[in-house]
């Protein structure tokens, strides 16, 4: 049979560097949206969050975009350390239904110093 | 420090044999979930409850079960009936429906 999905999406970047990691997601219901981290053999860390009453939210050194039109959310790291290594997920909320999270597969980061 | 406590971090199951996950937290969340993740996968939902004594079935609930006796414990059974359980278990709450959920550390389960 075919094997699924068993590596990730990776971004790599130096040290210093603007990170941006990118989630499509597929419920045109959903209306809330979530970034962990997560690093190896942990379990997931909140970075951010945005409602969709929402286009852009600031932390700190991170920023989460939300184009509803193409349904698209994107996270910004500003000036990437090695300890932002780590696979970052998006998790998407639905309006209505059993109001469950949905992750997506998440995507590897790797900061060279 | 609150915050949720899952146990134990490395499970070794036997064939034949269940085996208890447990995960407890103090924050007062109404709600806690149990999700499976498998290497380069997203995170699939077992089995979730929204308030005590009260769960629903996930994308994934078959060959496991929970219970939600008291409102800050959500322990996960994985039961001979699932053939293949290893994987990576982590256990979550959050305040109500439609908020952002907190996670344990998790919980390495393999077969012997």
């Known amino acids: 049979g075919e094997s699924v999905g068993l590596h990730l999406p990776t971004l790599s970047v130096q040290e210093g560097d603007n990170s941006i990691i990118n989630c499509a997601y597929s419920?045109?219901?959903?209306?809330?949206f979530i970034w962990y981290k997560q690093e190896s053999g942990k379990g997931p860390q909140f970075i951010i969050d945005?409602?969709?009453?929402?286009d852009k939210r600031q932390g700190q050194r991170v920023t989460v975009l939300l184009n509803k039109t193409v349904k698209h959310l994107s996270l910004q790291i500003a000036a990437t350390q090695p300890g932002d290594s780590a696979v970052y997920f998006c998790?998407?909320?639905?309006?209505?239904?059993?109001?469950?999270?949905?992750f997506g597969r998440g995507t590897s980061l790797i900061v060279h110093p | 420090d609150g915050g949720i406590t899952q146990s134990p971090k490395y499970l070794f199951r036997k064939e034949g044999q269940n085996v208890t996950l447990s995960c407890e937290q103090n924050l007062n969340h109404d709600a806690m979930y149990w999700y499976r993740q498998d290497p380069g996968q997203g995170l699939r939902l077992i089995y979730y409850s929204q308030i005590v004594n009260d769960f629903q079935k996930g994308d994934i609930a078959e060959g496991y079960s929970v219970s939600r006796e008291k409102k800050e414990s959500f322990p996960l059974t994985v039961t001979s009936a699932q053939k293949n359980p290893t994987a990576f278990y982590l256990c979550?709450?959050?305040?109500?429906?439609?908020?952002?959920?907190?996670f344990g550390s998790g919980t390495q389960l393999s077969v012997l």
């Open positions: 945005i409602r969709s009453n929402m």
């Open positions: 419920n045109s219901a959903s209306d809330y």
């Open positions: 998790a998407e909320i639905p309006l209505g239904g059993s109001y469950i999270p949905t």
């Open positions: 979550a709450s959050s305040q109500g429906v439609r908020e952002k959920l907190f």
